[in-house]
């Protein structure tokens, strides 16, 4: 049986032009997720799945591999991820596969070992179907805001308006970083937030989402704080 990591990366974000190969200090950004794959001993193949030829050659260049290009249709901003990993495994027809780790291409403070627990998590915990990165909220989800037209704010949840923030219950969300899950999980599309999932516990100063610039901004100034430590 054999494990492989599948890299989404689609040539049309709009947010951030070309964000899936922008340089970020000094290499393309697809490259980090690449190398960690690589590093992890974890998988038999390393495959970007991509839509766009120029991504396609970067992804080569830093040893992935690129056996098939997207469809179109896979590649719209509508395109969910468990539709691209299902593509990637019709693709690839090797009956063979076992494991699947869906890693996004916009995870330069990806970690090797990291990738290795969520394995050894996947492996070990009995009916687990997939085993992916999380991280707290900096900031209790209990006392968020909504805001209206006219800037009024609103609690969500009033009824804790008193109660002490270290007596809040801790909260977690995705990391964006890694999702690995069973072949047949992927291919039945079962739900990744639930009971039969496990997550893999990772510190804020490692986790940062790149949607917007700003985004992008706050990534390369905790890289370089993470480089010098």
């Known amino acids: 049986m054999t494990n492989i990591a599948v890299i989404p990366a689609r040539g049309g974000s709009k947010r951030i032009p070309r964000k899936n190969i922008k340089m970020f200090h000094g290499k393309p950004l697809i490259s980090y997720s690449i190398e960690a794959a690589i590093k992890s001993n974890c998988f038999d193949r390393v495959i970007v799945s991509t839509d766009d030829e120029e991504i396609a050659e970067v992804a080569l260049s830093f040893g992935a591999e690129v056996p098939f290009l997207r469809n179109k ?24 596969i076992e494991y699947i780790c869906c890693i996004y291409a916009t995870a330069p403070m990806i970690s090797e070992q990291d990738i290795c627990a969520g394995l050894n998590t996947i492996e070990l915990k009995e009916n687990c179907n997939y ?50 899950g069973t072949r047949e999980a992927w291919q039945q599309g079962l739900p990744i937030f639930s009971s039969n999932s496990i997550g893999i516990k990772l ?27």
Request: charged share 25%; aromatic share 12%.
């Open 73 to 96: 249709e896979l590649s719209n901003d509508f395109a969910g991820t468990t539709p691209v990993i299902q593509d990637a495994i019709f693709q690839l027809d090797d009956n063979d």
């Open 203 to 229: 510190p804020r100063h490692r986790v940062q989402d790149i949607d917007t610039l700003e985004d992008w901004d706050m990534a390369e100034m905790l890289y370089q704080i993470r480089s010098k430590s």
């Open 131 to 180: 085993a992916f990165s999380i991280t707290t909220y900096d900031f209790p989800i209990q006392r968020s805001l909504s805001l209206n037209q006219e800037n009024i704010v609103a609690m969500h949840s009033p009824d804790l308006f008193n109660t002490r923030s270290q007596d809040l219950e801790e909260c977690w969300h995705d990391a964006g970083q890694f999702y690995w």
